[in-house]
């Protein structure tokens, strides 16, 4: 099945309350139908609750919830073309592989016949054909969410939702599980819904992010767009590592840092007005100190198996953490070169909206210009 741009969920102006507690506030945002999609965020932020809202374990306090252009805020859980995949899995340990798979279309008193083949089917999209009387215990952590997956999947909903599935298996393991969840998923052609505090996993798998903190939506976008484009210090800082300092734009395209005047391909900002920059580690090329658009001094490393780690500081006091293969020696001086594209200004107390309001306007005034 082709993704198409129809929307499936949309939430508008929700927010859910736990007695004084508010967990979501006046949140609205659109998922559109047969995309990946992660929620991501510190634990508290929100993210599990608008899963559960959407799964209809529980109802909104204030605003809408839409499923294909209706209103569902009341509509039972087991009504909803939903399936939910369970940090914990949640599978029947007394039932087997193919039991366990099959227990949705036992509920719903489908004809043997029609289970057999449809657990089949889903066994086959999981890569677990021949584990049918295989014991729950028996399988292996990506086995077990594999089983999850394909219980989920053989109820044919329109959307899957993954509450951290794959936290509790080893880096090496849950590295595999992305590739294969993010395959499975353009294989169905439906809804994913992914939850993870996990910032490598939701850029490695996603179609669109949407960062969560305090119960708000602090940005959304593709992974490129949330990496190289940052609304705010929250999220630049926790997509990733990166170098933060105060700055100055002094006018379209030109800003003032770290004691210098940087050409950069921001604009639309006033002219002095103080702004925040970001530079990334990787984007940071050790060089000479005569060849450095910045000179800083090493003050620690770390090899972190494909580079090395580097911090350093420069006249003003900034820290400048700099990813290399190029080993430093501690204590020494270095230059530290980027170009245009690598400055990012910030904004201070800007939203997503103005943002890309600004990025539109001064877009389009370059290609009138």
Request: glycine share 8%; aromatic share 10%.
């Amino acid at each position: 099945m082709a993704a198409t741009s129809e929307t499936i969920i949309r939430f508008e102006g929700v927010t859910k309350r736990f007695d004084d507690t508010t967990v979501l506030n006046d949140v609205s945002f659109e998922i559109e139908r047969g995309k990946f999609y992660t929620l991501l965020g510190p634990s508290g932020c929100g993210k599990t609750t608008i899963l559960r809202l959407i799964a209809g374990f529980i109802e909104p306090t204030q605003g809408n919830i839409y499923f294909n252009g209706k209103v569902i805020n009341r509509v039972p859980a087991n009504e909803r073309q939903v399936n939910t995949v369970f940090q914990d899995y949640a599978l029947f340990p007394h039932l087997n592989v193919f039991e366990n798979v099959a227990f949705g279309l036992r509920i719903k008193k489908m004809k043997n016949a029609a289970i057999k083949e449809k657990v089949k089917e889903a066994l086959r999209f999981v890569n677990l054909e021949g584990y049918e009387n295989r014991e729950i215990h028996e399988m292996s952590g990506g086995q077990r969410q594999r089983v999850a997956i394909a219980r989920a999947i053989v109820n044919e909903p329109e959307i899957i939702l993954l509450d951290e599935p794959l936290s509790a298996l080893d880096l090496k393991l849950r590295t595999e599980m992305q590739y294969e969840l993010r395959e499975l998923q353009r294989r169905l052609g439906i809804t994913f819904i992914f939850v993870t505090h996990d910032q490598e996993e939701a850029l490695a798998m996603s179609d669109e992010i949407f960062v969560l903190n305090e119960g708000n939506i602090q940005q959304s976008g593709t992974p490129t767009d949330i990496y190289d484009e940052p609304i705010n210090r929250f999220v630049a800082d926790f997509i990733g590592e990166s170098n933060i300092v105060p700055g100055r734009m002094k006018e379209d395209y030109v800003v003032e840092f770290a004691g210098h005047t940087y050409d950069c391909v921001d604009g639309g900002l006033n002219p002095n007005e103080p702004v925040e920059i970001v530079i990334r580690p990787e984007d940071l090329e050790i060089t000479t100190v005569e060849q450095g658009k910045l000179q800083v001094r090493v003050d620690s490393q770390l090899f972190r198996g494909v580079h090395y780690e580097i911090s350093s500081y420069d006249d003003a006091g900034n820290e400048w953490l700099v990813h290399s293969t190029r080993k430093a020696v501690v204590g020494e001086r270095i230059g530290l070169y980027f170009d245009p594209e690598a400055i990012h200004v910030m904004r201070f107390g800007e939203t997503e909206e103005e943002f890309d309001k600004r990025l539109e306007e001064y877009v389009e005034a370059d290609d009138a210009e």
